[in-house]
C-alpha cells in the first residue's frame, strides 16, 4: 500500500463545509490519498479542536469537531485516508492541575513528562477516549470503528527515549520527585539495597 500525502496544521484541519469540498476535491485530483492530521490538539478554538478546561478537564470544541467530521467525510468520499495524531503540541494547564511553570524548553510540549506523570496520562487517555470514540454524524462512525481513518500516532516525536533520564535530575518538582519515585521502586523490586545495586553495577 501507498500513501501519498501530507500534513495538514492547526486551522487547516477545521475548514468551513463549503472550504472542506473544494479542498477535498482538489488534493483528489492532485493524486493526494493520505492527509496527515497534525498539531490539532496545539491550541484552542479556532486553531484547534480544544475547548475550554471544565472542573479540571479539557473538552472539546463542539464547532471543531463539526468541522473535522465533516472534512473528514469529504477526504474519504474521494478515498482520502486519514492519520489522526493524538498527541502533537498540547500542553497541559494550571487550569487542569499542572504545575507550569519552571520545565526547560526540552520537555515542551509534555512529551517527557507524559510517560510517567499518572494523572498527566489519565488526563491524556481521557482526551484519546472523547475524540476517538466521537461519532462523527456524517459518516455515522465513531473514529475508531472508521475504515477513512488508516493510522492512529499515539504521540509524535518521542521525547522521553530521544533525550534521555538525565533530564529528569533538572525538573521542577512534583516531576523531579515524581519521576525519581518510580525510578527507585522500579530498582527496589530487583535490588534489596543500594549496596546490592552498586555490586550490580561494577559487575557488568
Not at 36 to 48: Q, S
Not at 141 to 165: H, K, Q, Y
Request: glycine fraction near 8%; aromatic fraction near 12%.
Amino acid at each position: 500500500v501507498r500513501f501519498w500525502g501530507f500534513n495538514l496544521t492547526f486551522g487547516a484541519n477545521f475548514p468551513d463545509h463549503d472550504d472542506a469540498e473544494k479542498a477535498a476535491a482538489h488534493l483528489a485530483k492532485l493524486g493526494v490519498n493520505a492527509v496527515r492530521i497534525h498539531h490539532h490538539d496545539t491550541n484552542p478554538a479556532p486553531r484547534g479542536i480544544l475547548g475550554p478546561v471544565a472542573d479540571g478537564r479539557r473538552v472539546l470544541d463542539a464547532g471543531q469537531l463539526d468541522r473535522q467530521d465533516f472534512f473528514l467525510n469529504e477526504l474519504n468520499r474521494r478515498g482520502i485516508y486519514a492519520n489522526l495524531n493524538l498527541h502533537v503540541g498540547r500542553e497541559f494547564t494550571e487550569a487542569e492541575g499542572f504545575p507550569s511553570t519552571g520545565p526547560s524548553r526540552s520537555v515542551r510540549y509534555d512529551k517527557y513528562l507524559l510517560y510517567f506523570e499518572p494523572r498527566m496520562r489519565e488526563a491524556f487517555k481521557g482526551f484519546c477516549r472523547d475524540y476517538l470514540t466521537h461519532e462523527n454524524p456524517y459518516r455515522h462512525l465513531r473514529r475508531v470503528d472508521d475504515p477513512g481513518i488508516a493510522m492512529i500516532e499515539i504521540t509524535n516525536e518521542n521525547s522521553f527515549s530521544r533525550l534521555g533520564p538525565d533530564i529528569a535530575a533538572d525538573l521542577p518538582e512534583p516531576y523531579r520527585g515524581e519521576f525519581k519515585g518510580q525510578w527507585n521502586a522500579w530498582l527496589a523490586r530487583d535490588y534489596a539495597d543500594t549496596a546490592s545495586l552498586r555490586k550490580a553495577s561494577l559487575a557488568i
